[in-house]
């Protein structure tokens, strides 16, 4: 048992694989062979499928050594699937042979034959009523299947299609519905930039295409231009979106100030591939400068040109010698500074002799001595607004202190009515 298998593990190692693309569709699969040198042309192969006998082509010729491909399998199935969900390899089957002349001119043959298929079906799919579009028919290298592939709106009731058609080519009929992106790909010829369309050339999986891909490497918006065959947006706006994206990000905003050599401005427009930004200067001008050669000014910076030059003759310099020793010198030498003027409370205070304006503060607040402006009693005055009468006036201006002296014996003494006399104990 054991020598089995070993000699089964020799077999796996030692066997070789080739990626066949087959169909009209181009599906992928893995082919077992036993060839020692595969040429670097393009060859076409005789394989064995699960539909029957097809012919198939070799994908990547330059990647083959020795017979085997470079790549394993489960590195050509993560390429693929790390892209999109569908996964274009299908299971593969056995290798024949490779191709003669004699199959490659029963290939053209069988191809010629489709057309008619193809056209045969329409009619009777127009006598039946059936509201489907047949796009390309496909007869199978071994005349075991005929697949025709249509598109359709809504779901079709195609069992009596397959009946008349089965009898009229004595074969297996296989109807599949395809969408208008697999359609361009059965028919497509050649685009508008004067290549084959790639969605029959090279591509298998179609991923979507947005109009922010358009938008974003300032492609025309007229939509009969930037559509394909498929009348949606061609795929190759796709392959460089990563790189736009990449260069949009170094980019800096609409309307960020800016520091540029010749001044500040702010930025009005950007040019992705060539790096350049559009950017309006503060006298109106618009000028173009590269990305290396301006310098994007943060919130509340300001640039350095902005800032206001120092007067050059000898006021400026006193003006700014005066600020700095007020700065440094306290708030009561300030007050005497020059140049600046004095208030009616000190000048009263320095022409007194009787003390400094501190010493007064100190003693009006002793208790006794209290006459200040809040204890002064205001004038009271008659209805019409004039001043009273005018001994009254005289009264209050002689006697001040009495009615001083009367109004804190008030509030010392309480009164009579309000307090209770203590009992004689």
Sequence with gaps: ???????????????????????????????????????????????????????????????YRGGQFKSSPEQVEQYYCNRTKDYPLGEGGRFVRFATHEDLGEQKHLEKNAIGEAKTCQRITEELGLKMKIVEAEHLFGGERIIFYFTSETRVDFRELVRQLAREYQTRIELRQIGSRDEARLISDYESCGQQCCCSRFLKILEPVNMRMAKLQKATLDPSKISGHCGRLKCCLRYEDENYLELKRK???????????????????????????????????????????????????????????????????????????????????????????????????????????????????????????????????????????????????????????????????????????????
Excluded: C
């Design 251 to 425: 980019m800096p905003h609409r309307s960020t100030p800016v520091q540029t050599p010749k001044g500040p401005g702010k930025v009005v427009d950007f040019q992705i591939l060539t790096q350049l930004v559009i950017i309006q200067m503060e006298t109106g001008d618009r000028q173009a400068w590269p990305l290396d050669e301006i310098q994007i000014l943060k919130p509340g910076q300001t640039s350095k040109q902005n800032k206001p030059a120092q007067k050059k003759t000898g006021e400026g310099d006193k003006d700014a010698a005066v600020t700095a020793e007020l700065v440094e010198k306290p708030d009561s030498e300030q007050d005497s500074a020059p140049g600046k003027k004095k208030t009616p409370q000190t000048q009263s205070s320095q022409n007194n002799g009787n003390g400094s304006p501190q010493q007064k503060r100190e003693g009006s607040q002793q208790p006794g001595k209290r006459r200040g402006n809040k204890n002064r009693r205001r004038r009271p005055k008659n209805k019409q607004g004039g001043s009273p009468n005018g001994q009254n006036a005289q009264n209050s201006q002689k006697n001040p202190p009495a009615q001083n002296s009367n109004r804190q014996g008030n509030k010392q003494k309480p009164s009579s009515g309000n307090t209770t006399q203590p009992s004689g104990e």
């Design 1 to 63: 048992m054991s020598s089995v298998d070993n000699t089964k593990s020799k077999n796996q190692k030692s066997a070789k694989q080739m990626l066949v693309s087959y169909g009209r569709i181009g599906t992928l699969g893995w082919f077992e062979h036993h060839e020692a040198h595969i040429p670097k042309i393009s060859s076409h192969v005789v394989i064995k499928t699960k539909r029957g006998l097809e012919m198939g082509k070799i994908v990547g010729i330059h990647n």
